[in-house]
């Protein structure tokens, strides 16, 4: 047999190139094709949502009502899932490894987003290389409030009992690492004080404890004090909010009173998978924008002092990663950590 000469080589060589390039070429076409046709025709069946919290608090609630008005601009059912534990990272996690087609959503917090990348250096996520952001949705200032018992009736009068007790006075959580935590350690930095932390299992028992006057403050939103501020149970001393909240006009911010560090809020943003199809994720914006322009989503929020943000992803991405880097200074100055 003749050995084939070298311009026979080239040429075998040439055809064998031309063959794999148009065979990626058309699987690339392929799939670029049935990839548009999936965002053109999005969604065509149920959205699961998760929420990454138990039914019933501050997330659940913000959340479902964010479903209700998604429903009717997508046309399907968005399905709420609570899948809760771990400070919320089970539930974020879940999405993480969901396939990427805009079917599992993320209703992220404060936690999920920020804070958990902070005290949890063993996440089965990270949260900047795993998700794409489809936008923050609503922000809750929070507000410094004392147990009726406490005998200070201002912001003043509270430092200067708390000093002259230091670490005898007590501050309630819904747990270690938790946004109440993150706020209430935030105002001892910024105030100087020594207030001794008493984790509980969940933000509804950290709340009875305040009531009954077993720990003496908190720091938390107004979804969860609004009501028992207005019957006199517990008493507001100061908001952590570059302005005052309408619900409580007479309760001064913490920048008005000397401290204009202490800013603490629980806020919410949607995610996807990263490699959510842009046709999607696009979809899922423009939707997340007209939700957060709608005047009665808007009226919905503003009954317990919540405000709607509207943030484009690039926007949610840099104030996520100020709000991280915040709890960051925050979590090393208080000495906080998870075991």
Known sequence: MLKPTL?????????????????????????????????????????????PFPAGGPADFVGRLYAQYLTKLAGQPVVIENIAGAAGSIGTSNVARADPNGYSILFGTTSTMAINQVLMPNLPYEFQKDFAQIGLIANAPHVLVVSATVPANNLAEFIALAKSKPGVLTFGSAGVGSIVQMGSELVKVGTGIDVLHVPYKGGAPATMALLKGEVDMTVNDLTTLKGNIEAGKVRALAVANNTRL???????????????????????????PVKTPAGIQKKLQGWN??????????????????????????????????????????ATKANIKLK
């Open 246 to 272: 309408k619900p409580l006009p007479n309760v001064p911010t913490f920048a008005e009173l000397g401290f204009p560090q202490i800013m603490s809020s629980t806020w919410w943003g949607i995610s996807v």
């Open 7 to 51: 311009f026979e080589k080239k040429t075998s060589q040439f055809r064998r190139r031309t063959i794999q390039f148009l065979g990626a070429a058309l699987t690339a076409v392929t799939c670029f094709g049935t990839t548009a046709m999936a965002s053109e025709d999005y969604p065509n069946r149920p959205i699961r949502m998760v929420i």
């Open 289 to 330: 924008d007209a939700i957060i322009r709608d005047p009665a989503y808007v009226a919905r929020l503003a009954e317990v002092a919540i405000d709607p943000i509207l943030m484009s992803p690039r926007e949610a991405t840099a104030f996520i990663n100020a709000e991280t880097a915040k709890w960051r200074d925050v």
